[in-house]
C-alpha cells in the first residue's frame, strides 16, 4: 500500500530535536506563568474586592471564550499597527499564557470551591487574614483535589503551543510541517509529530499519576 | 432485559458503521478521465492568494493566468470552459492535494524540480519566471550581498528557501503558509525583505507603492501543471497535455500571456 519511508524521519533528527526544545522552552515558560496568572486571578475572584472581581471575571470570560489562535494574530498582526512590536517568541509566549492561565483559575476555583466553607470562617476567626486564610488553609486543601485537571491543562499548553507555528516561530510543529512539505513525506513526518508530543504530554500524565497517590487524602477520596 | 439492551446496543453501532461508510469517499476505479467526463468538471487546484496568477479580484471573483489557462484546457478536454471547479491550493498544500486525490490537476505558479518530479508528474512548462527578492523602497539592501545575517521571508513549500539559502547562507528565514501570511509579516516590519517568484511580486506591487523589485534573479522558475503520479490518471494527462499543446501552438497562451502579464510585469 503505502511506501513508509522511515529514513527522511531519521534524517532530520536532530532538526526535530531543535524544534523540541523550542516547543519545550515555549511551553515551560508558559506554564510558569500561566499558573502564577491563574493563582493570581483565583484569588482576587474568591477573596478580592469587588472591583478586583469584575476584573478577574471579565479577563477569564474574554480569553476563555476566544480561539487562541485569534488572540495569537492579535499579539502578532495587530499590536505591532498600534505600536507594540513583541518579537514572535514572546507573542506567543504571552498568548500561551494568558490563555492557559484562565483556564487554570478555572480549575484552582472549583478545587477551591469544594473545600468547606466553614474552614474558611473559622481561620477568619481564628484571627488569620483573608490571605493568610488562602494560602495556609484553603489552597493547600484545593490543590491537592485540581492536580488531574492541572495538569491536562499543562499537556493543553504544550499541544497548543504548535499553534506558534503560524507565526513563523521555528518549534517542533514548524520543523515538521516544513519536513513533510519539503519532502512530500506527509504521513512519516505527521505521525513522528504525533509521536514526540505524545511523548512530551506522556511525561506530565504520569507525573500527575504519581502526585495524585502521594496526595490522596485519606478518608475523602472514593475508592474506586 | 440485558440482552434486549445489548442487542439495541449492536444495533446502533451497525447504525453508525454504516453512516460512516458512506462518508468515505470512492476510490476512483476506473481512469480519471473517464470519471472527470462522467462528472462533467475538472476539479482543478489553484492558488487564491498570488497576483496575477491565481487571485480573488474586487468584485470577489476567482481570477487569473491560472484560471483562464485551466479553462481553455477545460474547453478543449470537456468542451465548455465553465466546467471547472476551483480549489484553494498552496505552496505548502498543492502537493499533498494531488496526491491525496482531492483535486485532478494543480495550475499554482509551481516550479517543475526534479524532487518534486519524483512524487507527481508535470506537463511541459507554460511560463517561466524567475525567483527575486522585494524590500521597502528606503531598504539598506541593495543587491543579493546585503542580504548577509538578515531576516527573509518565504513561503513553505516553495522552492524559494532552497535557492537563497544557497546563495546567502547566513540569512534567517521566516517561514509562512501562504502568500497573504507572508507580505503581512513585510508590511509589518517582521523580516527584512521577501523572496519568491517575480512574477508574484510584481502582483503584490500592483497594490502596494511603497515596496519595490530588486534587479538580481536568483533563479529560472519554469512553471509546469501538475498530475498525480498513477497508471488510472495517466489518460486524463495525456488529454491536458495535448490540449496544452493546442493552447501554446493556436496562439491562445500568448493572448492569455498578455492579458495577465502585460498590466503587471514591467520588464
Redesign the interface.
Given at each position: 500500500m503505502y511506501n513508509f519511508d522511515t529514513a527522511v524521519i531519521i534524517e532530520s533528527i536532530p532538526n526535530l530535536i531543535d524544534g523540541v526544545k523550542m516547543t519545550l522552552f515555549i511551553s515551560v515558560i508558559s506554564s510558569i506563568c500561566a499558573f502564577i496568572i491563574g493563582l493570581i486571578i483565583v484569588f482576587s475572584r474568591t477573596m478580592g474586592l469587588k472591583y478586583l472581581k469584575f476584573f478577574a471575571v471579565c479577563y477569564v470570560e474574554i480569553i476563555r471564550n476566544t480561539p487562541l489562535l485569534v488572540q495569537l494574530y492579535i499579539m502578532y498582526k495587530a499590536l505591532p499597527s498600534l505600536g507594540i512590536m513583541l518579537s514572535p517568541i514572546s507573542c506567543g509566549i504571552l498568548s500561551l499564557s494568558l490563555y492557559a492561565g484562565a483556564f487554570i483559575s478555572e480549575v484552582l476555583r472549583s478545587g477551591i470551591h469544594s473545600v468547606a466553607n466553614e474552614q474558611f470562617e473559622s481561620s477568619t476567626s481564628l484571627g488569620l487574614s483573608k490571605f493568610q486564610a488562602f494560602t495556609l488553609i484553603i489552597f493547600p486543601q484545593a490543590i491537592r483535589i485540581v492536580i488531574p485537571p492541572l495538569s491536562s491543562q499543562f499537556i493543553n499548553i504544550i499541544k497548543n503551543s504548535s499553534l506558534v507555528s503560524f507565526i513563523a516561530v521555528t518549534d517542533l510543529f514548524y520543523r515538521i510541517y516544513k519536513g513533510a512539505v519539503d519532502d512530500f513525506r506527509f504521513v512519516e513526518f505527521f505521525l513522528a509529530g504525533a509521536f514526540i508530543y505524545m511523548m512530551l504530554t506522556g511525561v506530565i500524565a504520569l507525573f500527575s499519576n504519581i502526585l495524585e497517590n502521594v496526595f490522596r487524602l485519606r478518608g475523602r477520596t472514593a475508592k474506586i | 432485559m440485558i440482552i434486549y439492551k445489548k442487542i439495541t446496543l449492536i444495533l446502533i453501532i451497525c447504525l453508525i458503521m454504516t453512516s460512516l461508510t458512506g462518508c468515505i469517499k470512492k476510490m476512483a476505479d476506473e481512469n480519471l478521465l473517464k470519471t472527470v467526463r462522467e462528472r462533467g468538471k475538472i476539479i482543478a487546484g489553484v492558488k487564491f492568494d498570488a497576483k496575477p496568477f491565481g487571485f480573488i479580484d474586487q468584485d470577489q471573483k476567482l481570477k487569473g493566468f491560472d484560471v483562464d489557462l485551466i479553462r481553455e484546457i477545460a474547453k478543449r478536454v470537456l468542451g465548455d470552459e465553465n466546467a471547472v471547479e476551483f480549489q484553494q491550493v498552496t505552496?505548502?498544500?498543492r502537493?499533498?492535494s494531488l496526491?491525496s486525490g482531492n483535486v485532478d490537476m494543480v495550475a499554482a505558479t509551481m516550479t517543475i524540480t526534479s524532487?518534486?518530479q519524483k512524487?507527481i508528474d508535470f506537463s511541459r512548462p507554460y511560463y517561466v519566471a524567475g525567483q527575486a527578492i522585494m524590500v521597502a523602497k528606503d531598504s539598506s539592501v541593495k543587491t543579493l550581498k546585503d542580504l548577509s545575517g538578515r531576516r527573509v521571508?518565504i513561503v513553505?513549500?516553495s522552492t524559494s528557501e532552497?535557492n537563497i539559502k544557497q546563495m546567502v547562507p547566513s540569512v534567517k528565514i521566516?517561514?509562512?503558509?501562504t502568500y497573504t501570511?507572508a507580505f503581512?509579516?513585510l508590511k509589518?516590519?517582521?523580516g527584512d525583505v521577501l523572496t519568491t517568484d517575480d512574477t508574484i511580486i510584481y502582483g503584490f506591487l500592483s497594490e502596494n507603492s511603497k515596496y519595490k523589485i530588486l534587479k538580481d534573479r536568483l533563479t529560472l522558475e519554469p512553471y509546469g501543471l501538475g498530475f498525480k503520479k498513477a497508471e488510472k490518471t495517466q489518460s486524463f494527462q495525456d488529454a491536458v497535455d495535448s490540449a496544452l499543446e493546442q493552447i501554446m501552438q493556436d496562439g491562445t497562451m500568448a493572448k492569455i500571456q498578455r492579458k495577465w502579464t502585460a498590466d503587471f510585469i514591467k520588464k
Open positions: - | 505552496s505548502s498544500n502537493i499533498f496526491i524532487p518534486r512524487v521571508i513553505l513549500g532552497i521566516l517561514g509562512f503558509r501570511d503581512e509579516a509589518s516590519g517582521r
